[in-house]
């Protein structure tokens, strides 16, 4: 299971967002939470909050790390390390308000 894990490590870490309507990500590890508004992803540099209208997975692929976003696509961020505990409280605290 570890190897798996860290062989998702090594992927490569990109975006491609097309037409800010369809959001390809590659070297994704995890989807930690998402619903019609918001997507957050941990990858291989970090994790990353996704926030647009109407958001669905299109795509999961856990072996090679790659999703599809579809929607209407209003911001990518990343979290800092330093802060994403606290920042992923806060982001929990407003999808379930």
């Known amino acids: 299971m570890d190897k798996d894990n860290s062989s998702i490590n090594s992927y490569n870490h990109s975006i491609n967002l097309l037409e800010r309507k369809t959001l390809v990500i590659t070297g994704v590890k ?4 998402f619903d019609n508004n918001h997507f957050l992803l941990d990858t291989s540099m970090g994790y990353m909050v996704v926030k647009g209208e109407n958001l669905e997975l299109i795509k999961l692929d856990t072996l090679s790390g790659n999703v599809t976003i579809k929607g209407s696509i209003q911001s990518i961020q990343y979290l800092m390390e330093s802060n994403k505990k606290n920042k992923e409280e806060n982001i929990f605290n407003r999808l379930f308000k």
């Open 30 to 33: 995890k989807i930690d939470n």
